[in-house]
């Protein structure tokens, strides 16, 4: 029955509306909706899609309540391993992890569990009171350094477990790349900040304006009463090119560009005062989630024509499908198998145009994909007033150069043991991206999670 059943589409603004606005592109599921979704799980004995989420959600649990119309009694399932819902809903690459075990995708389409997921916590932010059962205190003291998705779910794991949680974040606001990286159109700063409130709500203290490697360090922490520390301070190094022209006026890395817009609330400037200056046209570099983000919000900000730059082909770019699809059908255009080489820039020193070289694929490089090889000749100009290099980011360097004795691999992250997530020196943990590299959003809560099961044993037998 449930085959032939087809899975429930998630309601959209229009593209041609959702192009000009900065409002949630994904509408969410009426209660109709998400009751017939959910009764399509087969409610399985052996639930596979519980071994694709890194936060081991009880997937089915909370789905079973959905299809009895217990809306708050699949969210109180829901927090038991995820203390961000409304934030996985809408940012977790579900395909390629819990759906993707999904046994109805073998056969046909697999449960929305995503879409559900984002339906409950949303239906619970609305109707609901959270509810908190606070723990008999252990009297030990833990130091998380960074409010980013790793170290919030960290946190809320270390207070459940009864310990005396404080969050050092470096920015004005908490919530990491869930602030400054991912455009409110995506993920609704609200949602976001209500999330953290209930972390508080539970007993977890965040500091916000504490660069740690500044202000202290991690040693000073451990002297001053702190029993354990979390290192989650992500992935903030904005790579570049290295290319001629990347110091113009107009050239942005993506980190910049999308904190000025998110976090300093760019997009509604003059009401903030945070100009962020786009020209008419656009050219992001890279094709994953972060370019896609930086391509769509040029569009909001006023570009008429924006490019994506990627040197391989369509099926090597590493973005959400999701991601993909919503720009193209904005307009977005893409500029595949084509390199930049240089940006060229006009007698003000402001950006006016990118030379690149087209490419065709050849074997497959180290990293399973078809290595791009550039086409001698080829060169051509894209004219265009803004550049955005979205090629990735690495370890910001404040915390690990002010901690004497952590090891760092020659990438710059920390080295910590794959089981416990324990560093080179004995009570200090870390995990995410300072860890792995950038990653995903779920994979930084699930060493966060997993850092915090480790930190409890260690201070249990400390």
């Known amino acids: 029955m449930a085959l032939k059943v087809p899975r429930h589409e998630m309601p959209c603004q ?9 409002e949630e592109v994904a509408l969410g599921y009426t209660t109709e909706t998400a009751v017939e979704e959910a009764q399509r799980c087969l409610q399985c004995k052996k639930p596979r899609c519980r071994e694709g989420c890194p936060v081991n959600v009880l997937i089915p649990d909370f ?3 959905v299809a009895e119309s217990d809306f708050l009694g699949a969210a109180e399932v829901l927090k038991v391993k995820n203390s961000l819902p409304a934030v996985c809903g809408r940012v977790c690459p579900q395909e390629t992890q819990c759906e993707s075990k999904c046994v109805l995708g073998v056969k046909g389409e697999s449960v929305a569990i995503g879409r559900l997921e984002r339906f409950v916590a949303d239906y619970e932010l609305k ?19 960074g409010a980013g998705p790793s170290g919030l779910a960290c946190a809320g794991d270390l207070a459940k477990a009864g310990h005396q949680v404080t969050v050092f974040e470096a920015l004005h606001v908490a919530g990491g790349v869930l602030m400054y990286g991912i455009p409110e159109f995506r993920l609704p700063k609200d949602v976001v900040q209500t999330e953290i409130r ?31 520390v979390f290192i989650g301070t992500g992935a903030g190094l904005p790579h570049f090119m290295n290319i001629p022209g990347e110091n113009l006026n107009g050239v942005y890395s993506a980190n910049e560009f999308l904190t000025r817009t998110n976090l300093m ?37 006023g570009a008429e024509e924006v490019n994506i730059v990627y040197r391989r082909s369509r099926a090597e770019m590493p973005a959400r499908h999701e991601e993909l699809e919503h720009a193209e059908e904005e307009g977005i255009k893409f500029q595949l198998l084509t390199n930049p ?4 820039g006009d007698e003000k020193g402001s950006v006016r145009a990118l030379t690149c070289l087209r490419y065709e694929l050849g074997e497959p490089d180290a990293s399973g994909r078809r290595a791009p090889i550039a086409i001698p000749g080829s060169e051509f100009e894209i004219p265009v007033e803004t550049v955005v290099v979205a090629i990735g980011q690495g370890p910001n360097p404040l915390v690990t150069k002010s901690t004497e004795g952590l090891e760092l691999n020659k990438r710059g992250n920390i080295v910590a043991k794959e089981e416990t997530l324990e560093t080179s020196i004995p009570g200090v943990f870390a995990g995410g991206d300072i860890v792995t590299g950038a990653a995903t959003v779920i994979l930084a809560m699930g060493a966060g999670k997993k850092a915090a099961a480790a930190m409890d044993n260690y201070l249990k037998q400390k």
Do not use: C, W
Not at 128 to 145: L, R
Not at 205 to 228: P, S, W
Not at 278 to 301: E, I, P, Y
């Open 341 to 344: 080489v240089s940006i060229e």
């Open 63 to 65: 789905i079973g309540k």
């Open 198 to 228: 209930n972390l508080q709500a539970m007993g977890v203290e965040i500091l916000t304006d504490q660069v740690v490697g500044k202000v202290t360090t991690v040693q000073e922490l451990m002297a001053n009463g702190f029993d354990a």
């Open 127 to 145: 109707n609901g009171q959270p509810k908190f059962d606070k723990p008999e205190g252990t009297g030990k003291k833990v130091a998380v350094i």
């Open 265 to 301: 609330k760019g997009y509604k400037f003059p009401e903030y005062s945070t100009p962020v200056k786009v020209g008419k046209r656009v050219a992001v570099l890279g094709a994953g989630n972060v370019a896609m983000d930086a391509a769509r919000t040029s569009l909001r900000l």
């Open 14 to 22: 229009e593209p041609q509306v959702r192009a000009h606005n900065f």
